[in-house]
């Protein structure tokens, strides 16, 4: 019996990996990509417009990154499953996500095989958690509500809020990373002192400044230190 067939959108800001996936996908029974995102703004009008059954989310991505495009999707669209794709498992990254709806995360490294069998079991209802993800999660949720930067600051920033027209919606670890580029730290010494690497905070930097409408270091920090609560 041939499979019902799965109509998937891949949204990535890197070329080859969207080609790649396309390419492998589309050899798959039962599969196939009806459209390509470069940015999670074209992911979310791609749903919209072409009703798919899942989006394959990249998380760092210019316009509108992957967990605020999920949770747009997931709200609008909620017969379209996503499910997030990440080169690192950053436990921020997984408590946004998963509160935003997602099904669930894949890292990019997998095999080929394990990509389409994992694109099968979301379809088929599975909370798909590899191991190194899982266990972020675990110790994210053990530390409690104390270990969630947002949350602790929240009553600081509410003193000095940001107009509501003008609120750009940054993530837990953007909102570490403004704290840091106030310092006047490097961008080497925010990927140490946060044990991710400094290619992935020049992605989150860029993400920032998109959020933002900048694209000038001095002017971002300049804009975003009045938003930081004040030091104690």
Do not use: C
């Amino acid at each position: 019996m041939r499979r019902p067939m799965i109509r998937i959108v891949i949204a990535d800001d890197q070329r080859l990996l969207r080609d790649g996936l396309q390419t492998m996908i589309n050899l798959s029974d039962g599969m196939e990509v009806v459209g390509l995102a470069e940015n999670g703004r074209k992911a979310l009008e791609l749903t919209g417009t072409l009703q798919p059954d899942l989006v394959l989310m990249d998380i760092q991505m210019p316009e509108m990154d992957g967990i605020e495009s999920t949770r747009k999707i997931r709200a609008l669209y909620p017969a379209t499953k996503v499910l997030i794709l990440t080169t690192y498992p950053e436990d921020d990254y997984i408590i946004d996500a998963l509160v935003g709806g997602a099904s669930g995360f894949l890292l990019k490294d997998l095999p080929g095989d394990k990509i389409i069998a994992a694109i099968r079991d979301t379809m088929a209802g599975t909370l798909l958690m590899p191991t190194a993800i899982s266990a972020k999660l675990a110790a994210r949720l053990s530390a409690g509500p104390a270990s969630n930067y947002a949350a602790a600051h929240t009553a600081a920033r509410t003193a000095n809020p940001i107009p509501a027209d003008q609120d750009p919606g940054f993530t837990d670890r953007e909102w570490k990373i403004i704290e840091l580029m106030a310092e006047g730290r490097s961008n080497r010494e925010i990927a140490n002192l946060l044990f991710i690497s400094e290619g992935t905070i020049r992605n989150y930097i860029s993400i920032i400044y998109s959020k933002i409408g900048v694209n000038d270091r001095l002017k971002a920090v300049n804009l975003l230190r009045g938003w930081l609560p004040p030091k104690s």
